[in-house]
T-cell receptor, first 114, second 111 residues
Framework: GENVEQHPSTLSVQEGDSAVIKCTYS??????FPWYKQELGKGPQLIIDIRSNVGEKKDQRIAVTLNKTAKHFSLHITETQPEDSAVYFCAASMNSGGYQKVTFGTGTKLQVIP | NAGVTQTPKFRVLKTGQSMTLLCAQDMNHEYMYWYRQDPGMGLRLIHY???????AKGEVPDGYNVSRLKKQNFLLGLESAAPSQTSVYFC??????????FGDGTRLSIL
């Protein structure tokens, strides 16, 4: 089955700096890669996603890149703000018998220091 | 527009007791999911549903049952709770087959 590894597990950055979270996946059948932000006491929130036919996608201060050959994808947050502090999860998804099987990474706790 | 609502938010059970977790969505989504989240692990899929009246097993279905009698509701049942089922449970829904909207979770402790 699919295996998603996520690094680092914790990340501290100064406000205004950039943050990068990296994930690798094992199954080349994965074709959709969402990223979720989870604030304390809340459920995960889909913040950005990328499909396998796209190499990069941006949405304001966040961007995702995908390298299909190397089977890795990354989340980039620029000009970090204290409200970016949260746990971020990557995931890899593939079609599996009529539904999209989603495998999540283990999460990165991001702390933005004011 | 409430999105995905989970009840209860917290619960403490004794080993062997039963309970039902309720998930309700008001977005007319076909797909609904139940996940569990444990420390140091990603979310793991327990059961899912692709429409009213349908259910299917996910990665970790043992010890749980589900029902989707109405499109907007997805119930997760524990027939005989075990300490290994202590976890945070999340419900999610979507129209596309990818989990998009999550509830805020039910924190369940089994003593």
């Amino acid at each position: 089955g699919e295996n998603v590894e996520q690094h680092p597990s914790t990340l501290s950055v100064q406000e205004g700096d950039s943050a990068v979270i990296k994930c690798t996946y094992s199954d080349s059948a994965s074709n959709y890669f969402p990223w979720y932000k989870q604030e304390l006491g809340k459920g995960p929130q889909l913040i950005i996603d990328i499909r396998s036919n796209v190499g990069e996608k941006k949405d304001q201060r966040i961007a995702v890149t995908l390298n299909k050959t190397a089977k890795h994808f990354s989340l980039h947050i620029t000009e970090t703000q204290p409200e970016d502090s949260a746990v971020y999860f990557c995931a890899a998804s593939m079609n599996s018998g009529g539904y999209q099987k989603v495998t999540f990474g283990t999460g990165t706790k991001l702390q933005v220091i004011p | 527009n409430a999105g995905v609502t989970q009840t209860p938010k917290f619960r403490v059970l004794k080993t062997g007791q039963s309970m039902t977790l309720l998930c309700a969505q008001d977005m007319n989504h076909e797909y609904m999911y139940w996940y569990r989240q444990d420390p140091g692990m990603g979310l793991r899929l327990i059961h899912y549903s692709v429409g009213e009246g349908t259910t299917a097993k996910g990665e970790v279905p043992d010890g749980y049952n589900v029902s989707r009698l109405k499109k907007q509701n997805f119930l997760l049942g524990l027939e005989s709770a075990a300490p290994s089922q202590t976890s945070v449970y999340f419900c999610a829904s979507s129209y596309s087959g990818q989990p998009q909207h999550f509830g805020d979770g039910t924190r369940l402790s089994i003593l």
